[in-house]
């Protein structure tokens, strides 16, 4: 079937709501709301908690300023992980750079000979080339001009490659001491610590785009550690919601930033939104007694 739905003007778009059962406690507030995040993006928020899907309406005492506050709260989580997960990737670099050099030289992530996958890493050169061919970043620009390798040396392409491109480096690195190297330095095994790249970028992505998250179906699933280095989960939890990514962060920074104050900020968070319901977002009964929260 074709679409052929025309777009609702933004005073329509109230008008379209209301008449659906939702309430509005400021419409000329709404209206600019609408205006500036768009009812599409907030679509999604406003039927998270509110919405009678049997009859396609708002249940009783549904307000557009409820789903507001929660796209708020989905906005400053997604602040909070971006902020945590520099940190990491930035780690994450510094230790690819610095063990597989020690190991197999500076060019390594050129030859195939270390990797699984011939095309898939011409994929990934591919790639990191685009990247590098767009950086102005100093220490590119010098060795550029400096020397004719088709690459500058590790601890300068990897620099400037995305986390996506350093996580499929890694995935495709062949099995070995320095696969191994690079997981024991975060305390887990090398199939966890490539499994929590992939999700962990696929969540940066979602953050990236300002997409919604906090009740999000994650499709990226994370495996579970057997066996950790540090304190990790004592209490079942689903690998498919956004709780489990936020204790895979809160323990990659054990090790990175042991001082780090990112329980604090995400239980303040927590408290200053306590109408969002943390089940929906995976949180189990009594997680803040896990060890890794505390």
Not at 3 to 13: D, I, R
Not at 21 to 27: H, I, M, R, W
Not at 64 to 93: G, N
Request: with cysteine; glycine share 4%; net charge positive.
């Amino acid at each position: 079937m074709e679409y052929t739905k025309g777009p609702l003007p933004f005073n329509e778009q109230i008008e379209h709501l209301k008449s659906k059962g939702l309430s509005f406690a400021d419409e000329a507030k709404a209206l600019h709301t609408l205006q500036h995040i768009s009812y599409f993006r907030l679509k999604s928020y406003l039927r998270a908690t509110m919405y009678d899907r049997k009859t396609r309406t708002y249940k009783s005492g549904a307000t557009f300023e409820q789903a507001y506050e929660l796209y708020k709260f989905d906005s400053r989580l997604r602040k909070l992980i971006i902020a945590e997960m520099e940190k990491i990737e930035v780690s994450v670099r510094a230790q690819m750079a610095c063990i597989s050099v020690g190991n197999s030289g500076a060019f390594w992530f050129s030859d195939s000979g270390n990797f699984t996958n011939p095309q898939q890493h011409s994929d990934i050169l591919n790639a990191l080339k685009s990247e590098l061919d767009r950086s102005d970043d100093d220490n590119v620009l010098s060795f550029r001009n400096n020397y004719t390798n088709a690459f500058p040396p590790a601890w300068i392409s990897l620099e400037v490659s995305s986390f996506g491109t350093l996580s499929r480096l890694y995935k495709l690195m062949a099995p070995g001491l320095i696969k191994r190297q690079i997981a024991k330095v975060y305390g887990v095994s090398d199939s966890v610590f490539e499994s929590w790249m992939h999700s962990l970028v696929y969540v940066r992505n979602i953050c990236a785009h300002h997409s919604r998250l906090w009740n999000r179906e994650l499709r990226i699933r994370p495996l579970f550690p057997r066996k950790t280095a540090h304190p990790f989960l004592n209490v079942p939890c689903r690998n498919t919601r956004v709780y489990y990514v936020l204790c895979i962060i809160r323990y990659l920074l054990a090790t990175i930033n042991p001082n780090t104050t990112f329980p604090g900020k995400l239980k303040s968070l927590l408290a200053e939104f306590p109408q969002v319901n943390v089940t929906a977002m995976g949180f189990p009964s009594g997680w803040e007694s896990e060890p890794l929260w505390k």
